[in-house]
């Protein structure tokens, strides 16, 4: 037997080499540098600003306004520092009553590699808030002797956030369509989304507004309302899903009926046997105040499993379409819904078509991000003349309109 020539050996262990290398390289890179997510719990009072009762409520203006105002700053601080790079967003998630004003509760999240170092951020992170806090803060008064900030666990800071309405958070640090010209979507991308099946198969979707309640189309329900033959599945995927309940009650709206082209009243709640267990894939919506306005041309998203084109099948990956506001005069002229749409109703979509809800999507959420990115019932998929077709627009059930039934209903 012939011994390998030198320069063969030679080339194969340097090939050897290279290899290993490679692979201890990328592994290294991925193990060590991935980045993960960080969070840190901030508290400080506001002086200026009196405490009411509205504060209680994440949903309502007051809560909204301040918020925003707090978040604003605190963002404008990191971009405009050396942590830039590494700070994600930041949540007030409590605003509470305080002797001398408002005491404020905030989650900041970063993205760290596991390799910086921990301990050296919780001071830059606490200097450059204080100082945001600080300086050019527009009207609010933060006093800086009641600020405290802490590191959490990530298994903390994500339960906070998860009894959250409204929040997703996605995995990946880029934030960024029977849905007809939409796109698959990401997992954790609409954590409230749920599929409502009848005897194990899709039926419609529907939406969480709590951890036992569900929004739906009234339709949905149609020669079927007992609710032990439903069932609702939760997570981007139907097949396997990430959970699932039985139902223990079905409340359609009084006043729908199950006539044919009957579209008015397409509203029903339904709560769940258990309430699910909020995570990053699971959580619930925001819904609006009754008095909250949507204007044309807003951009929202709708969501579901529904038909990638009028009588085609549902599909396994939850899809999502970008769709605007339509003016309701708009929706209402002769050549798209004549004279159809109510005040119950809201359009949305594209006069041009080619982007639609479609069968199967039906009860499902139209939502919107508001400037602080967080996410609003807008309406509930109910009808359209087929699908993306030009001239017909989606339709759907107007939350606000039918604010007050679903707090009767629910006590939400
Ligand atoms: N009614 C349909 C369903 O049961 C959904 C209709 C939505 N249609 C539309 N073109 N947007 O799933």
């Given at each position: 037997?012939?011994?390998?020539?030198?320069?063969?050996?030679?080339?194969?262990?340097?090939?050897?080499?290279?290899?290993?290398?490679?692979?201890?390289?990328?592994?290294?890179?991925?193990?060590?540098?991935?980045?993960?997510?960080y969070?840190?719990?901030?508290?400080?009072?506001?002086?200026?600003?009196?405490?009411?009762?509205?504060?209680?409520k994440?949903?309502?203006?007051?809560?909204?306004?301040l918020s925003?105002?707090?978040?604003?700053?605190?963002?404008?601080?990191?971009?405009?520092?050396?942590?830039?790079?590494?700070?994600?967003?930041?949540?007030?998630?409590?605003?509470?009553?305080?002797?001398?004003?408002?005491?404020?509760?905030?989650?900041?999240?970063?993205?760290?590699?596991?390799?910086?170092?921990?301990?050296?951020?919780?001071?830059?992170?606490r200097?450059?808030?204080?100082?945001?806090?600080?300086?050019?803060?527009?009207?609010?008064?933060?006093?800086?002797?009641?600020?405290?900030?802490?590191?959490?666990?990530?298994?903390?800071?994500?339960n906070?956030?998860?009894?959250?309405?409204?929040?997703?958070?996605?995995?990946?640090?880029?934030?960024?369509?029977?849905?007809?010209?939409?796109?698959?979507?990401?997992?954790?991308?609409?954590?409230?989304?749920?599929?409502?099946?009848?005897?194990?198969?899709?039926?419609?979707?529907?939406?969480?507004?709590?951890?036992?309640?569900?929004?739906?189309?009234?339709?949905?329900?149609?020669?079927?309302?007992?609710?032990?033959?439903?069932?609702?599945?939760?997570?981007t995927?139907?097949?396997?899903?990430?959970?699932?309940?039985?139902?223990?009650?079905?409340?359609?709206?009084?006043?729908?009926?199950?006539?044919?082209?009957?579209?008015?009243?397409d509203?029903?709640?339904?709560?769940?046997?258990?309430?699910?267990?909020?995570?990053?894939?699971?959580?619930?919506?925001?819904?609006?105040?009754?008095f909250?306005?949507f204007?044309?041309?807003?951009?929202?998203?709708?969501?579901?499993?529904?038909?990638?084109?009028?009588?085609?099948?549902?599909?396994?990956?939850?899809?999502?379409?970008?769709?605007?506001?339509?003016?309701t005069?708009?929706?209402?002229?002769?050549?798209?819904?004549?004279?159809?749409?109510?005040?119950?109703?809201?359009?949305?979509?594209?006069?041009?078509?080619?982007?639609?809800?479609?069968?199967?999507?039906?009860?499902?959420?139209?939502?919107?991000?508001?400037?602080?990115?967080?996410?609003?019932?807008?309406?509930?998929?109910?009808?359209?003349?087929?699908?993306?077709?030009?001239?017909?627009?989606?339709?759907?059930?107007?939350?606000?309109?039918?604010?007050?039934?679903?707090?009767?209903?629910?006590g939400?």
């Amino acid at each position: 037997m012939k011994l390998l020539e030198p320069w063969k050996l030679a080339l194969i262990s340097l090939a050897v080499v290279v290899f290993l290398a490679l692979v201890i390289g990328l592994l290294a890179y991925f193990l060590l540098m991935d980045p993960e997510m960080y969070f840190y719990n901030g508290s400080f009072k506001i002086t200026n600003v009196q405490y009411t009762p509205d504060f209680d409520k994440q949903t309502s203006k007051e809560f909204r306004g301040l918020s925003a105002n707090i978040e604003t700053l605190v963002t404008r601080a990191f971009r405009a520092s050396s942590l830039n790079k590494k700070y994600i967003r930041s949540h007030v998630i409590k605003l509470s009553p305080d002797a001398r004003g408002v005491a404020v509760e905030i989650v900041l999240m970063f993205h760290f590699s596991s390799n910086d170092n921990m301990a050296s951020y919780l001071e830059r992170v606490r200097n450059i808030l204080l100082q945001g806090l600080q300086t050019n803060t527009g009207y609010l008064q933060v006093d800086p002797s009641t600020f405290e900030l802490s590191g959490m666990k990530k298994e903390n800071g994500q339960n906070l956030l998860n009894n959250c309405c409204g929040i997703r958070i996605l995995n990946s640090p880029f934030y960024s369509d029977r849905i007809t010209g939409g796109r698959t979507a990401q997992e954790g991308a609409w954590p409230w989304q749920a599929s409502l099946q009848l005897s194990g198969i899709h039926r419609c979707g529907a939406t969480l507004i709590s951890d036992s309640w569900l929004v739906t189309a009234a339709h949905c329900f149609r020669g079927q309302r007992n609710p032990s033959l439903w069932a609702a599945s939760f997570g981007t995927v139907i097949r396997p899903p990430k959970g699932r309940r039985n139902l223990r009650s079905i409340i359609v709206h009084e006043q729908y009926t199950d006539t044919l082209r009957n579209h008015e009243y397409d509203i029903a709640v339904v709560q769940l046997a258990s309430p699910v267990e909020f995570s990053g894939d699971i959580r619930k919506v925001c819904l609006p105040e009754e008095f909250s306005v949507f204007p044309p041309n807003t951009s929202c998203f709708v969501t579901g499993w529904g038909a990638l084109q009028d009588d085609g099948p549902s599909v396994n990956n939850l899809r999502q379409a970008e769709v605007k506001i339509i003016d309701t005069d708009i929706c209402n002229r002769a050549e798209v819904y004549s004279g159809f749409i109510s005040p119950g109703m809201v359009c949305a979509g594209y006069l041009e078509g080619k982007i639609d809800a479609c069968q199967g999507d039906s009860g499902g959420p139209l939502v919107t991000a508001d400037s602080r990115g967080i996410w609003y019932l807008v309406g509930i998929v109910s009808w359209g003349d087929e699908c993306a077709k030009r001239n017909k627009p989606g339709v759907y059930t107007r939350v606000t309109y039918y604010r007050n039934w679903i707090a009767a209903k629910t006590g939400i």
